[in-house]
Structure formats: structure tokens, C-alpha cells
């Protein structure tokens, strides 16, 4: 299942965005859920992941402190609150499942290609 996440925008450096995450609808898969950025003219770069019911989450030394990953099953949705921003954090940011497992093995993994839906965009100003 394609993830779609939205509550990108433009902020100045230092504030707040708070991104979610949803199957449009449909329940969130049984599998861990990870999100991604793509910054201009780089490769994308995995951020953290948050497994399916254990609630354990992992994040990338980029953003450790400042990102912290949440997860309600009940209501479909997951959460990246992203405080602290600088401009190096603008991006597409993307969420997106793990078909081969529901638990986090650590913050990255490789997803399948078929997974990939709709990013948001971040924009942060100096």
C-alpha cells in the first residue's frame, strides 16, 4: 500500500512542522512505517522508523533530538513532529512502509519501489 504524507509548508529556522501520514484512508499496514526526505539534487535519505504496535522508534543522527516519530493505529495515522528546523532539513519528505517486517531494525531500510507515495515539501528559511 502507498503511505501519503502531507503537513509540509515554509517555516523559518528554528520553528515547527508537524507531518502526517496516512493509507488514504485504509488502515495502516501491519508493518513498520518509515520516513524519508529528498532533498534538490540528492539521493533520498532514510530519517527514522516507528514499528507496527511495539511503539519502539529509531531516528537518524541528522535529526535525533529534533524529530520525534509517533504512531496511532486506531485513527490510521502517523506523526513526525519536526522542531528545531534548519535549512538543511528542507526536503520531500516521504513516508512509506516496511513490506518485510512490522518491528524496526534500526531507522533505515531499504523499501520496495512500488511503495513509494506522495511526499510533502519542507522549506526552511535563514
Known amino acids: 500500500v502507498q503511505l501519503q504524507a502531507s503537513g509540509g509548508g515554509s517555516v523559518q529556522a528554528g520553528g515547527s512542522l508537524r507531518l502526517s501520514c496516512t493509507a488514504s484512508?485504509?488502515?495502516?499496514?501491519?508493518?513498520?512505517i518509515g520516513w524519508f526526505r529528498q532533498a534538490p539534487d540528492k539521493g533520498r535519505e532514510p530519517l527514522s522508523c516507528?514499528?507496527?504496535?511495539?511503539?519502539?522508534?529509531y531516528y537518524a543522527d541528522s535529526v535525533k533530538g529534533r524529530f520525534t516519530v509517533s504512531r496511532d493505529n486506531a485513527k490510521g495515522t502517523v506523526h513526525l513532529q519536526m522542531n528545531s528546523l534548519r535549512p538543511e532539513d528542507t526536503a520531500d519528505y516521504f513516508c512509506?512502509?516496511?513490506?518485510?517486517?512490522?518491528?524496526?531494525?534500526?531507522?533505515?531500510?531499504?523499501?520496495?519501489?512500488?511503495?513509494w507515495g506522495q511526499g510533502t515539501l519542507v522549506t526552511v528559511s535563514s
Open positions: 516507528i514499528g507496527a504496535s511495539d511503539g519502539k522508534s
Open positions: 484512508g485504509l488502515t495502516l499496514p501491519d508493518r513498520a
Open positions: 512509506i512502509q516496511d513490506r518485510a517486517r512490522a518491528y524496526c531494525e534500526g531507522y533505515a531500510f531499504i523499501p520496495s519501489m512500488d511503495d
